[in-house]
T-cell receptor, first 110, second 114 residues
């Protein structure tokens, strides 16, 4: 994901809140996705933002600012099972394909 | 329908051999994608189909790579004359229109080229 930037690794404590940031190229923007990927498994969908603001879905929320080319994924009440890679992906190609960032490896500790 | 299925799940081959991977998408999905993923990286787009038409192919995909979706259902990805740099997880995904829905991934086919 040459135009998508997210931190490589983060560590957080069980029960805490963590925010994973993502910046992307604003030209040709069609939408922003977040996926979760556990080691050795397929990516699974978490959220989709196309308008500015916060989308809340249980313990997970995603925020988008189109003018700033910025999104974040917020994970609350962290659990050990949340240890995974979190992939930011931009809808590109006229809305026909997803371009992924390199992923943020989150480690949740006791 | 249980989701996107791929086979084989693992393939070990010697350099120079040809390999073929198959993907069966979710039945009502008209779009099918192939991605490649290496350790510590996000999925990298290779190609996608709408029904049987291959609409885009990444410049990263050399002439040794070819993909087909002959009847607009399952797809195959063939790699000819494999090289060690081809070792990766090959992920297939399917969807309806992405601006109204998500991309569903299969478990992937892991290729190791010796």
């Amino acid at each position: 994901g040459q135009n998508i930037d997210q931190p490589t690794e983060m560590t957080a404590t069980e029960g805490a809140i963590v925010q994973i940031n993502c910046t992307y190229q604003t030209s040709g923007f069609n939408g922003l996705f977040w996926y979760q990927q556990h080691a050795g498994e397929a990516p699974t969908f978490l959220s989709y933002n196309v308008l500015d603001g916060l989308e809340e879905k249980g313990r997970f929320s995603s925020f988008l600012s189109r003018s700033k080319g910025y999104s974040y994924l917020l994970l609350k009440e962290l659990q050990m099972k949340d240890s995974a890679s979190y992939l930011c992906a931009q809808l590109t190609g006229g809305g026909n394909k997803l371009t992924f960032g390199t992923g943020t490896q989150l480690k949740v500790e006791l | 329908d249980t989701g996107v299925s791929q086979n084989p799940r693992h393939k070990i081959t010697k350099r120079g051999q040809n390999v073929t991977f198959r993907c069966d998408p979710i039945s009502e999905h008209n779009r099918l994608y192939w991605y490649r993923q290496t350790l510590g990286q996000g999925p990298e787009f290779l190609t996608y189909f709408q029904n049987e038409a291959q609409l885009e192919k990444s410049r990263l995909l050399s002439d040794r790579f070819s993909a087909e979706r002959p009847k607009g259902s399952f797809s195959t990805l063939e790699i000819q004359r494999t090289e060690q740099g081809d070792s990766a997880m090959y992920l297939c995904a399917s969807s309806l229109a992405l601006n109204t829905g998500e991309l569903f991934f299969g478990e992937g086919s892991r290729l190791t080229v010796l």
